[in-house]
C-alpha cells in the first residue's frame, strides 16, 4: 500500500468509497457536490489516497484548513481494508504534509448514538489516534446525530 496525493483519475475511486458510506452520511455519488468537492480538493493538492496495486484505492482522505485549524473533511476507509492501518496511514501522511502546527484539528464524525459511531468504528478510531469528543455538531444529511472530535498540535519539530 502507498499513500499519495489524489491525481482526478482516482475520483472514482472516491465516488466507489462514497457508495459504501451513504448508509451513514446520506448521499454522495450522484450529488454534484460531492463531485466538485473531491474535484477542488484534488486540484488544491489536499486530497490522500491509499492505494495498492492489486485492489486499487483502500481509502481516501479530504483534508482542508490552515494555522492554527485544520479540518479532515471526508476520511473513508473501504470496507475490505478496515480495521488494516490504512486509515492511521491516511491520517500520519495528512499530519506531516499538512500540519505544521502548532493549532488543531478538528473532525466532525457520528454522535454517540449514532448507529454508524459502533459499525463503522470512527469515534473509536480518532480516539486512538488522540482525538477527544467536543462540541456536538450539526445533524448529517441523514438526519443522524454528529460531533466535532479535536486534536491538539505542536509546532512541527517539537516534543
Known amino acids: 500500500m502507498i499513500i499519495r496525493l489524489a491525481e482526478r483519475p482516482d475520483l472514482d475511486g472516491f465516488l466507489a468509497l462514497a457508495a459504501q ?11 454534484p457536490g460531492f463531485h466538485r468537492a473531491v474535484e477542488e480538493h ?3 493538492a489536499r486530497a ?4 495498492s496495486p492489486d485492489e486499487g484505492i483502500l481509502g481516501g482522505l479530504l483534508f482542508g484548513g490552515h494555522e492554527p485549524t485544520y479540518h479532515v473533511h471526508w476520511l473513508v476507509v473501504s470496507e475490505e481494508a478496515r480495521g488494516t492501518g490504512v486509515g492511521r496511514a491516511l491520517m500520519d501522511e495528512a499530519m506531516s504534509r499538512f500540519v505544521p502546527g502548532p493549532g488543531s484539528i478538528e473532525v466532525i464524525t457520528f454522535g454517540a448514538d449514532h448507529p454508524g459511531a459502533v459499525s463503522g468504528g470512527a469515534r473509536v478510531f480518532y480516539e486512538r489516534l488522540g482525538f477527544t469528543p467536543a462540541e456536538e455538531a450539526e445533524p448529517g444529511p441523514e438526519g443522524g446525530s454528529r460531533q466535532v472530535y479535536r486534536r491538539q498540535v505542536r509546532a512541527a519539530g517539537t516534543s
Open 42 to 44: 484534488i486540484r488544491d
Open 21 to 31: 458510506v451513504e448508509e451513514w452520511f446520506g448521499p454522495m455519488v450522484e450529488e
Open 48 to 51: 490522500l489516497v491509499a492505494a
